[in-house]
């Protein structure tokens, strides 16, 4: 019921079909002051309705790449769809605002929504890049910027981890299986939640975290920690020591017997005489309980006492016990140590097993790494080599360590549809004025070559035309391309009570394929971890010639003295 | 009624008459699947009920500082009050793990709660130092792992930002007004929640985030961004003109007209001929718009076209024009360029409007800085000399940029009164074990001197004794201490059904008060922010011994081969 309440329709500010944000504390509260104290002022002065066009995109890749993954698109929409004020909340505003101000404008509030807003959007878990408007916010002023702080909030966080997911992936490689252990590290609990949904999008298989599995169906792992180990004593503490064989057809009524039978094969065959000794017996009891409760699922942590000379060891007895029993056993994870070291250590231990004892794939058991990883260390076990499966990550990712913030911004372009451009004595934060249209152009390998933004009236860029790219500040930086393909980027994803046709949100795993397709799509320099090659974005020349005629016009002609 | 819900007490968990989380979706299940994974290996095994003491800890102090602040104790208490899991959520766990796992586990899930829980904690706001429990976690072994992930969640990053605030403040000084900007830029919606609620206990005086003001009740702040100004055009599209006088004895028909009056005046005058030449209409718009609508909190945004010569003129004549009216503007916020220089500028260009109009106390007119602050800034400010009232500070704070991650753990140190040591390669790694007592002992100047941890059942230490404090694990190191004061840091803040006394969970501003004493209470070399001391964290001899014995017990004796 309660997480119901969480997940499920918003009943009080449903609009439409559209279920409420994943965290019910995404309210329209969930904004700056400031957003009030204009809303205020723009009803006091009388323009409250009039027509603004915001711009939210971001100015520069983060981590050091030339790419970013756009995402928290859906939670906007599911936001925007239940926007509404409780009497509540209004009393509340009411009591932060001065005593000045008049009582019309919470009758106002009290009738706002955003029925007259329109979204439009690139679709979440597309690559994107700095200048292009991630989403186009057209509406009533005052509503436009009540709304600027909780999408800035959603996206920013979503894109930035989505981002960071989609980094590790590509260091990884497809065939490595990324865990997200992230839970407790995360800034918060939906830091969390969101950080969950976020990697698996940007190209994580699978969390840790149980909430995050519930709300959104990402498959969950996870299996047992150091404190189990260490909360067993000795293997004579087991005191239901049966177990069915796989098939059912027989039990076997000290399975820790078995396990210690095998142990000593192990310790006295041919290949391992002398290599340990006396294997850790509370981590030994601790296997054999959690083979007994998971007989079907067993993956042990390794590394309480000592890999090589009792973790491995004692797995593989327990392993083998359970084979015996018809079961399969999972493998292990390490979570200190050598990674590159103790993963080729322990495949050729379980490389020796399947041949000391010839049962078949025991070599293959499953390696999972964890402990501190980040795209750097996953890059440096892959120079070193290593026999790891699965990486599980949790801090570096979540918090997205190497750095922590993605900084976009929501910029009025247009009201009352003139133009508006925010100047700026540095060059790299002047926004890109007007209503936008904005494109991206293919070349003839199937990349994408370039993202084009054109003024709204103009027409679109062709098939196999030559079009004229020019970067938006620099005079000289400019190219023509011949598009073999051409996308619109921004989509209609919300239309308020328009009428208009809009975008459905998809399910999160269309979301996350779409993000795997595009990135494979990329071509391959934007996408390295050491000097990556820019991608190209543009504006049209119409539109480069607009912006520069704004500027000067805007712009105070200064006095040398 | 949404956000009652989202902050009301959670009745279908209701345990006595705690609130649930500020957060509703911190539920039982917001834990990783491992928790669960064991909580059924030990239900299988019969150990369920064993009952373990688990320490919450960290292991270094963030930010290249030698002091932390604890945080997130509230919120870790109001979930196990209510900790109790709903049908749905056991169907969710029961659909998660193996169909194997037998039907009596969730019967068994079914009655769990914490009223078999004992917390043992450092009150929250308390300046806290690596290797001394948090908290300590007593309980069934299950119950209490089944709270890790939550519990480490809920701290990590509450303790991080407070301690990441905490700094802030310290190098602000005492005078300065911290205001916490972050929501945007937050990761995720209750990172900005949080935010707020940890910034404000460790030091800063208010926030922009709505719902945090309501929440929690901190002090709100914002008044206008850039998109304001440029939404204006020019002061002619102003319908409304006129204001009546602060004492309502008079009407001024067209303050429009007064503030070109006044803007004339300032720019003929004596002092600023040829200083400035015509400024921004559109700033001008709507700076005398938004003094339209709040006459008496009036503070403009001066940076959207040239601080010093549009937005410092054009805001003098709104606020001399308010003041005309009887009213008192309140200042000018920056957001871009030298905020030391353009502070001091706008300093002398309020103190020469002072003298040249004879209008008291203009010079003193507030300025606040905001743009990408963070402590180096802060501190750079400071030795540039600045005219900075108050700051705005988002990013860097609330992501805590600088280090995005504190490292808590959760680690068993007892079972069944026996107490268990987690043993690593790295020193530093290795775990204190047994049940403690912690006391923070004062010396002469009423300054603390060192932390000692002591075995449950030692006798405290005693004032005016001389006691020996020694490192956990260095042996050389040790010094004998004689202490003027005595505080025991755990006390019981949650006693499930025990009948024992605990503490009530403060509130926010008793929580944040602390934090200021104890800030104040430390030796200043400790809190510095280059080369700080570390402060001394120990054991007791008796404990000493105990630790050295266990680890030889447990530790595999190498073969050099």
């Known amino acids: 019921m309660e997480a119901k309440a969480a997940n499920g329709p918003n009943t009080e500010r449903s609009y439409g079909v559209i279920d409420g944000p994943t965290n019910p504390m995404v309210t329209p509260l969930l904004t700056d002051l400031y957003q009030f104290t204009m809303c205020y002022a723009y009803w006091k002065a009388g323009k409250h309705n009039e027509r603004a066009v915001f711009d939210l995109f971001f100015r520069k890749n983060p981590f050091g790449g030339e790419y970013t993954i756009f995402a928290g698109l859906e939670e906007c929409i599911k936001f925007i769809a239940n926007f509404k004020f409780t009497e509540e909340e209004i009393s509340f505003i009411r009591a932060t605002l001065p005593p000045t101000c008049e009582d019309g404008f919470y009758d106002y509030l009290r009738g706002v929504d955003c029925s007259d807003v329109e979204v439009y959007a690139i679709s979440e878990g597309s690559v994107v890049f700095p200048k292009v408007p991630l989403m186009r916010v057209e509406g009533p002023i005052a509503v436009a910027q009540l709304l600027e702080t909780p999408f800035v909030n959603l996206i920013n966080y979503a894109s930035l981890v989505a981002t960071n997911a989609a980094r590790h992936r590509l260091v990884a490689g497809k065939s490595k299986m990324l865990l997200e252990f992230g839970l407790r590290r995360a800034q918060g609990p939906d830091g969390g939640i969101g950080a969950s949904k976020y990697c698996y999008i940007g190209g994580f298989d699978a969390t840790s975290n149980v909430a995050a599995g519930r709300l959104f169906g990402i498959p969950l792992r996870g299996t047992h920690s150091h404190a189990f180990v260490s909360s067993f004593m000795s293997p004579d503490e087991i005191i239901d020591k049966s177990l069915r064989s796989c098939d059912g057809s027989r039990t076997c009524e000290d399975f820790v017997s078995l396990v210690q039978a095998w142990l000593n094969k192990i310790q006295w065959s041919r290949s391992f005489r002398g290599v340990f000794g006396e294997t850790n017996q509370s981590e030994l009891a601790a296997f054999t309980s959690y083979a007994l409760a998971f007989p079907n699922n067993f993956l042990a942590l390794v590394d309480t006492y000592d890999v090589m000379k009792s973790g491995i060891p ?248």
Not at 331 to 344: E, N, T
Not at 357 to 372: C, E, L, P, Q, R
Not at 472 to 489: D, G, M
């Open 314 to 561: 004692n797995f593989c007895a327990v392993a083998l016990a359970l084979i015996d029993l018809g079961y399969k056993a999972v493998g292990i994870r390490l979570d200190s140590g050598d990674l590159a070291y103790l993963s080729c250590e322990a495949r050729k231990f379980f490389c020796t097993i399947e041949n000391e004892f010839g049962v078949s794939d025991f070599g293959k058991m499953s390696i999972t790494a964890s402990n501190d990883l980040n795209e750097e260390t996953l890059d440096a076990l892959n120079k070193q080599g290593h026999e790891v499966d699965a990486f599980g990550i949790g801090t570096y990712l979540v918090t997205c360590y190497a750095q922590a913030a993605l900084g976009c911004v929501f910029k009025l372009v247009e009201i009352n549809n003139q133009p508006r451009i925010k100047l700026s004595e540095d060059v790299s934060k002047v926004s890109i004025p007007c209503k936008k249209r904005c494109y991206r152009l293919f070349g003839r390998e199937g990349y994408p070559l370039v993202d084009i933004m054109t003024g709204e009236n103009e027409l679109p860029p062709k098939l196999a035309e030559r079009i004229l790219c020019r970067h938006p500040f620099s005079e000289s930086k400019r190219a023509y391309v011949v598009p073999q393909h051409v996308e619109e980027l921004l989509k209609c994803y919300w239309s308020g009570s328009s009428g208009k046709a809009r975008e459905e949100l998809p399910p999160l795993k269309n979301i996350k394929e779409r993000c795997m397709k595009q990135l494979e799509q990329m071509r391959p320099d934007h996408m390295r971890r050491l000097n990556p090659t820019p991608y190209k974005v543009s504006v049209s020349a119409k539109l480069y010639d607009f912006i520069h005629f704004l500027w000067l016009n805007e712009a105070p002609v200064g006095e040398l003295q």
